[in-house]
């Protein structure tokens, strides 16, 4: 009896992250397609499952409606994979006008960073219809060592991404203040790394960001205008609410600060770098 054959799998947006998951759906013996190809609808013409791994709402509606989209040559019954961090009502425009063309779309952020994405062990967080979940199952499972199923219509995913990155970016905001404030207090921040990532003041991303900044390499892992987009989604979402996020609007002033320090396009525990300059404190690499 022959083997059933594995969806066809177009990939657009071959950065890091998006790289890494072609790569992991190669692995597990997809027929994946690259964009690479002349245009996203020539990618999704192939295709049954087309993941889109860019940076924005704005580029996800081009590369879905725009001249040469996906929309162009999507099969009918196809589905469209979007894990761009983006406005939960963004999200849920467009899942509803490619739906209404007779393709699903999947909400589906992610969050795990290239390696992960590389090895297939990405935390996925996805809403959609139940059709749209089981077209694009084959090849979430390929993806992600954690999927979570957060509802069953766009949008719940891109909700629940904006919680993770508003505590990300205060987070990182919060421990590169830390870490700069120990430099200045002249204390051996290796040190205080070592401390503090035994004690009750620890977070996931001072452990895995300070060691940057302990390093002086401040190569892009993840940039901070990133968190400048993503910061500044969640304060159009709560203004939208009438909900106050002080903390969140104050941990966005800090990346908004690097960024027009120069810095936007490197590594996000770059915070630190500018907590340094403006304060006068030195820190590993700097060249004074």
């Not at 709402?57 to 994979?81: S, W």
């Not at 967080?125 to 979940?133: I, K, R, V, W």
């Not at 900044?213 to 940039?223: H, I, K, Q």
Request: charged share 20%; proline share 4%.
């Amino acid at each position: 009896m022959q083997a059933a054959t594995k969806p066809r799998v177009a990939v657009i947006g071959l950065g890091s992250m998006g790289y890494g998951m072609a790569q992991s759906l190669r692995n597990a013996g997809f027929d994946v397609t690259g964009c690479g190809a002349a245009t996203p609808a020539e990618a999704a013409a192939r295709a049954d499952i087309v993941v889109s791994v860019v940076v924005n709402a704005a580029q996800t509606e081009t590369i879905l409606f725009g001249d040469g989209g996906v929309a162009e040559t999507l099969a009918p019954g196809a589905v469209f994979v979007s894990s761009a961090t983006m406005d939960p009502d963004v999200a849920r425009r467009l899942a509803q006008k490619l739906e209404a063309t007779g393709r699903h779309y999947l909400d589906a952020p992610i969050s795990g960073g290239a390696q992960r994405a590389a090895q297939g062990e990405l935390t996925i967080l996805a809403s959609g219809s139940a059709a749209a979940f089981a077209r694009a199952r084959p090849a979430l499972d390929a993806m992600a060592a954690k999927l979570y199923e957060l509802g069953d219509a766009a949008g719940q995913g891109a909700a629940f991404k904006m919680i993770n990155q508003l505590l990300a970016g205060v987070h990182i905001a919060a421990a590169s203040e830390a870490i700069a404030f120990a430099a200045k207090q002249g204390l051996d921040i290796r040190k205080v790394y070592e401390v503090i990532t035994a004690s009750a003041g620890n977070s996931w991303m001072f452990e895995n960001r300070m060691p940057h900044v302990l390093d002086g390499d401040y190569t892009p892992r993840s940039a901070v205008d990133i968190f400048v987009k993503d910061l500044g989604i969640i304060q159009d979402m709560a203004r939208t609410a009438k909900f106050p996020v002080p903390v969140s609007a104050a941990a966005l002033q800090m990346f908004l600060m690097t960024s027009a320090s120069g810095m936007g396009r490197d590594d996000d525990a770059s915070v630190a770098r500018m907590y340094a300059q403006v304060t006068g404190t030195t820190l590993p690499g700097d060249k004074t």
